[in-house]
């Protein structure tokens, strides 16, 4: 079963900060926050992910509570191709990723 | 990143036929490989686990004789729906992962409809 729980649905102005919230408050000491995204009809993408330290690349930025048991994945500046479904997922690095039903993000003009 | 192919991308077939989905890895070996399905409007959900030259690890509820996975070399795995019934119509999604297991990559997905 997953293991977190996210928002089913969030908007965001095009240009704006993207801020999606996730919280795995029975996450273990040993299971990274994994962010992926999924664009109608396609497979998944993977975006990032961290251990506990805040963690930032091309895409986005994942912001990591110091207990542990929330996290947010920020895009900086969405854009309209950012729409899509976004998955938090906790998972011990050599583990099974499961899916939950994740955040549908509509990036409005 | 690192570059999953699957194929083919969609597939019609007639109730009864067996449907074989390709999934490689491209400029990675992958020693461990996802599959999973999803239906309309739901998330995806964990099939089977495939790792190269032994025999795929099945999740509860899913039959490992009507969906076969084989794992042949550390770039291909295949999943064959074998008697395809109209309730297999899904999206069938596999995934890789590379070095140390720390990433998982995805195929494009298969949407195989059954008539």
């Known amino acids: 079963d997953a293991k977190t729980t996210q ?15 996730c ?34 690349n091309e895409m986005a930025s994942l912001i990591i509570t110091e207990d542990r048991k ?24 050599t583990g099974k990723l499961i899916f939950g039903q994740g955040t549908e993000l509509s990036v409005k003009p | 990143g690192a570059v999953v192919s699957q194929h083919p991308s969609r597939v019609i077939c007639k109730s009864g036929t067996s449907v074989k989905i390709e999934c490689r890895s491209l400029d990675f070996q992958a020693t461990t490989m996802f599959w999973y399905r999803q239906f309309p409007k739901q998330s995806l959900m964990l099939m089977a686990t495939s790792n ?11 039959e490992k004789d009507k969906f076969l996975i084989n794992h042949a070399s550390l770039t291909l795995s295949t999943l ?12 069938y999604i596999c995934s890789a992962t590379i070095g140390t297991n720390e990433k998982l990559f995805f195929g494009s997905g298969t949407q195989l409809s059954v008539l």
Not at chain 1, 25 to 51: A, D, K
């Open chain 1, 70 to 93: 929330s996290s947010t994945l920020i895009l900086p500046h969405a854009t309209l191709r950012d729409t899509a479904v976004y998955y938090c997922i906790v998972r011990p690095l």
């Open chain 1, 7 to 21: 928002p089913p649905s969030m908007d965001c102005a095009e240009g704006r900060a993207a801020n999606l919230p």
């Open chain 2, 52 to 62: 190269e030259g032994s025999k795929a690890t099945y999740e509860q509820g899913v």
């Open chain 2, 80 to 91: 064959t729906v074998t008697s395809a019934h109209p309730e297999d119509s899904s999206f």
């Open chain 1, 23 to 56: 919280n795995h408050s029975t996450i273990s000491g040993n299971e990274y926050v994994y962010w992926y995204r999924q664009i109608h009809s396609q497979g998944p993408q993977y975006i990032i992910h961290g251990l506990k330290n805040n963690e930032t």
